[in-house]
């Protein structure tokens, strides 16, 4: 099975095998939409990547959730 959501009071860690598939989940606009249904916000400053495996020395190209980078 595959969990690509993981949720816990008020955080949440979306899991991709790659950087672009992780943006893409960002692009759907779900989070977005979801945090508004649920007039939620995501803090951009506080968010981050983490990268796990064999590629832990490369350097993230920046996300984007919205118009905010996610470093």
Known sequence: M???????ADDIVLLSPSVNGLQLM????????TAADLSLQFNCSKSHCLVIGRAVDVKL????LGDNHIH
Not at 2 to 8: D, F
Not at 61 to 64: H, I, K, N, T
Request: hydrophobic share 40%.
């Open 26 to 33: 960002l692009d759907i606009g779900l989070c977005l939409r």
């Open 2 to 8: 595959y969990y690509g959501c993981l949720l816990y």
């Open 61 to 64: 190209q920046s996300l984007l």
